[in-house]
């Protein structure tokens, strides 16, 4: 299964574009990048996925290099309300149809 | 937007009971999951199912058992409740179609404490 790795943390200022980096170089060709949050005390959110291409979505977009070893979740605008631990997924191939892993994260805090 | 709704956020329970976690989701999804989270484990699968009547072990089967009667609802049940088992409880559900790439939603939690 390919690993990721996050930074731990990360400040961004209210209104500013937050910008989250993920490594994942042992990623295999057919294996997908998700992005997940949680907020304290919550289940984890959804946020976006993709393999080759970049994708956006309302919430957020995702930039995965050309050789896929790494990827940039772009919170364009983050709110208060962003505040989370952000995690970078890559997803278990096989037979269990979604044994997701969750690493550490990256505690995101937005500030005023 | 997909709607996946745990029965209570918490819930306090006596070693040797019997705790039902029930599950529900609205978006017909087929496969449907239970997991733990702890602090510095991060979450482990206790077990999953991709149809009705179905069900697979995950990574902690020990102590737990499920059941999947209709498609929008899965149970996580724990047979005999013990300390160790106090966590939080998390369910989730995907779609089947994609071979395996659709993202899983998940619901608010269960906090479970067992005293």
């Known amino acids: 299964d390919a690993k990721t790795t996050q930074p731990p943390s990360m400040d961004c200022a209210e209104g500013r574009a937050a910008n989250l980096p993920c490594n994942h170089s042992t990623i295999s060709g057919n294996e997908y990048v998700y992005w997940y949050r949680q907020i304290h005390s919550q289940g984890p959110q959804y946020i976006i996925h993709g393999l080759k291409n970049n994708e956006t979505n309302e919430m957020a977009s995702l930039i995965i290099t050309e050789d896929r070893k790494s990827s940039t979740l772009i919170l364009p605008h983050a709110t208060l309300r962003d505040t989370a631990v952000y995690y970078c997924?890559?997803?278990?191939?096989?037979?269990?149809?979604?044994?997701?892993?969750f690493g550490k994260g990256t505690k995101l805090s937005v500030k005023p | 937007d997909v709607k996946v709704t745990q029965s209570s956020r918490y819930l306090v329970k006596r070693t040797g009971e019997k705790v039902f976690l029930e599950c529900v989701q609205d978006m017909d999804h087929e496969n449907m999951f239970w997991y733990r989270q702890d602090p510095g484990l991060g979450l482990r699968l206790i077990y999953f199912?991709?149809?009705?009547?179905?069900?697979e072990k995950g990574d902690i089967p020990e102590g737990y058992s499920v059941s999947r009667e209709k498609k929008e609802r899965f149970s996580l049940i724990l047979e005999s409740a013990s300390t160790n088992q106090t966590s939080m409880y998390l369910c989730?559900?995907?779609?089947?179609?994609?071979?395996?790439?659709?993202?899983?939603?998940f619901g608010d939690g269960t906090r479970l404490s067992i005293l």
């Open positions: 989730a559900s995907n779609r089947r179609v994609g071979f395996g790439n659709q993202p899983q939603h």
């Open positions: 997924i890559v997803r278990v191939a096989g037979g269990s149809q979604g044994n997701l892993i």
């Open positions: 199912s991709y149809d009705v009547k179905m069900k």
